[in-house]
C-alpha cells in the first residue's frame, strides 16, 4: 500500500531563519506531488505541484520554494522565514496513470501535516 | 475569488440522525468534487468524491449529490456517529495541467455530533 509521510511535525523557527520541511511517498512510482498551506480559520490553499524530477509549479507568489530531488521526494524550503509563513503545511500525492497524460478524477492523498510557527 | 464555498462554518447534529454539508462552487468547468474529513493537527483524510457525469455517489453511511445546474454539492452522513465530528471540506477541480490535478477547496465546516 502507498503512504506518505512529512517531517518534521512541529516547528518553531525565528522569523528570518531558513525552513526545510520534507515529503516521501512510498509504494508508488512516478507520483504527483503538492504542497498546501492552511492558515488559521481558512481552508486549504495549493503552494506548488510537480509532475516529475525536478519540475516545479508554483502556484502563488510568495517567501517559500520546493524541490523535487527524487521521484518520491518533496521539499518545501524557504531561507528567510517571514511571521505570515505560519501555518499547517500538508504535502500530498496523487496516482499518475502513466499511459495517458491527463489524471482525470484521481484523488489527491494528504501526509500527517507540519505544524509551523514563526516567531 | 472564492469558487468554491462552504457557507455553513458550524454543524451541529443529533447522533444518529442525518448530517448535510453542502458546497456551492461558481467555475462551471470543474468536473471533479471530493469530501475530505480533517481533525485538528492531521492531514484531511479523504472521504468520497463524484464525477461531473453522475449526480449521486454512495459509500456506506456517506452520499454525495451534486446538482451542477445549481452549481450544488452536498454530502449526507447517515446515521450519524460521535466519530463524524471534524472539519470537512469540500474540493472540486477543473485543471489538468501536465497530469497535475489541482484541487480548490473550501473553507471548511465543523461538525459535531452530539449524544
Known amino acids: 500500500s502507498q503512504t506518505i509521510h512529512q517531517w518534521p511535525a512541529t516547528l518553531v523557527q525565528p522569523v528570518g531563519s531558513p525552513l526545510s520541511l520534507e515529503c516521501t511517498v512510498e509504494?508508488?512510482?512516478?507520483?504527483?506531488l503538492y504542497w498546501y498551506r492552511q492558515a488559521a480559520g481558512r481552508g486549504l490553499q495549493l503552494l506548488f505541484y510537480?509532475?516529475?524530477?525536478?519540475?516545479i509549479s508554483s502556484e502563488v507568489p510568495q517567501n517559500l520554494s520546493a524541490s523535487r530531488p527524487q521521484d518520491r521526494q518533496f521539499i518545501l524550503s524557504s531561507k528567510k522565514l517571514l511571521l505570515s509563513d505560519s501555518g499547517f503545511y500538508l504535502c500530498?500525492?496523487?496516482?499518475?496513470?502513466?499511459?495517458?497524460?491527463?489524471?482525470?478524477?484521481?484523488?489527491?492523498?494528504f501526509g500527517e501535516g507540519s505544524w509551523l510557527t514563526v516567531v | 475569488d472564492q469558487q468554491v464555498k462552504q457557507n455553513s462554518p458550524s454543524l451541529s447534529v443529533q447522533e444518529g440522525r442525518i448530517s448535510i454539508l453542502i458546497c456551492d462552487y461558481t467555475?462551471?468547468?470543474?468536473?471533479?468534487f471530493l469530501w475530505y474529513k480533517k481533525y485538528p493537527a492531521e492531514g484531511p483524510t479523504f472521504l468520497i468524491s463524484?464525477?461531473?457525469?453522475?449526480d449521486k455517489n454512495e459509500d456506506g453511511r456517506f452520499t454525495v449529490f451534486l446538482n451542477k445546474s445549481a452549481k450544488h454539492l452536498s454530502l449526507h452522513i447517515v446515521p450519524s456517529q460521535p466519530g463524524d465530528s471534524a472539519v470537512y471540506f469540500c474540493?472540486?477541480?477543473?485543471?489538468?495541467?501536465?497530469?497535475?490535478?489541482?484541487?480548490?477547496f473550501g473553507q471548511g465546516t465543523r461538525l459535531t455530533i452530539n449524544p
Open positions: 500530498a500525492w496523487q496516482p499518475r496513470d502513466r499511459v495517458k497524460e491527463e489524471n482525470s478524477g484521481n484523488t489527491i492523498y
Open positions: 509504494g508508488t512510482s512516478n507520483p504527483n
Open positions: 510537480s509532475v516529475g524530477i525536478g519540475q
Open positions: 467555475n462551471s468547468m470543474f468536473d471533479y
Open positions: 463524484i464525477s461531473s457525469i453522475k
Open positions: 474540493a472540486a477541480s477543473a485543471w489538468r495541467v501536465k497530469g497535475a490535478q489541482k484541487l480548490v
